[in-house]
């Protein structure tokens, strides 16, 4: 479900399932945030979300409060943190015709996706630039990276590729059907570029031409290395010609790395219910159906 800038939804955040600050959230009624989501109004549902999908709690938003010393969910500590504070008898454990779970999107501890409470479908924002300044964090950062992208293949970028490889990634994106949903990134020092980036959903693609154990350990190694660059940690994904082993795809999982593989009929599958390839087809598809619509009263 693609959003417009001025909706507002409802919100998921990433948690840990097995974090014991979960039953302390329900008893207090106040969840720490690392920053302030603007998509979600007042009186809007908030529900906590594990990596499995499976909804943990859920609250009315009733109030924020700003600027205070908190533990967030991935256990950092924020001194200009903030509380999502739940309505008064409202954060429960789902029941009813609450949702058990929620498809959204969940590649980092503490991260935001929206949803639609009604229909309990994801929504997605279209970011522009790749970052949401507000849902950014509050602390000031000096120059930030990636200070700049460049557009897909530009510059030669492909020239660093191997053949195999290229063609992988330009059969992705012409199935995604939209080539400026893609980027690439300089990274620091190295003077080397990011195979794949999707600015939209903040993620970092490294793309092999075989499903061999030694080149799979070799792309966890150089996303992990590539990750460490950016100052918001994107999420980490593998583009594959086929699909790996089911064991194979459970490792990748447990190191939160998405798998993305071509099928037999040329169409791609991915290991996050279809967030980076059925997903993305869809909003590229919705992007070319919307008509321009030329100023009312252009100037002469």
């Given at each position: ?44 549902i908030?529900a ?17 409060e700003q ?11 924020r001194?200009?943190?903030?509380y ?5 008898g ?22 935001f ?7 309990f ?14 849902d ?41 059907g ?41 792309a966890?190694g150089?996303?992990?290395d ?5 100052d ?69």
């Open positions: 479900m693609i959003a417009q800038p001025e909706d507002k939804n409802d919100l998921a955040i990433h948690w840990s399932k097995g974090d014991k600050r979960i039953a302390k959230i329900l008893q207090s009624g106040r969840c720490p945030s690392y920053s302030v989501p603007k998509r979600i109004p007042l009186g809007g908030v906590l979300v594990a990596t499995s999908g499976d909804v943990l709690l859920l609250f009315q938003l009733a109030r924020i600027t205070v010393n908190v533990t967030v969910a991935d256990g950092q500590r001194q200009n943190g903030y999502l504070v739940a309505k008064r409202t954060i429960r454990r789902p029941r009813g015709r609450d949702p058990r779970v929620l498809n959204v999107n969940r590649h980092a501890l503490g991260a996706a929206y949803f639609d409470h009604s229909t479908k994801r929504v997605i924002y279209e970011l522009g630039n790749g970052t949401d300044p507000a950014a964090s509050a602390a000031p950062v000096h120059k930030p990276f990636p200070s700049r992208r460049v557009p897909f293949f530009a510059n030669n970028i492909g020239k660093t590729l191997s053949q195999p490889e290229k063609r992988l990634i330009m059969a992705y994106v012409e199935w995604i939209d080539v400026t949903m893609f980027v690439h990134h300089p990274l620091k020092e190295s003077g080397l570029y990011t195979d794949l980036f999707v600015p939209r959903c903040w993620t970092l693609f490294e793309a092999k031409s075989s499903i061999a154990r030694g080149i799979l350990r070799e966890v150089q996303l992990f590539y990750q460490r660059h950016y918001r940690s994107p999420r980490l994904a593998v583009l594959l010609p086929e699909r790996p082993a089911s064991n194979v795809i459970g490792l990748f999982e447990k190191k939160r790395i998405v798998v993305v593989w071509r099928s037999v009929s040329g169409s791609f599958r991915d290991s996050l219910d279809g967030v980076l390839t059925k997903d993305l087809r869809e909003a590229a598809r919705a992007k070319k159906a919307t008509p321009f619509s030329p100023p009312s009263n252009p100037t002469p």
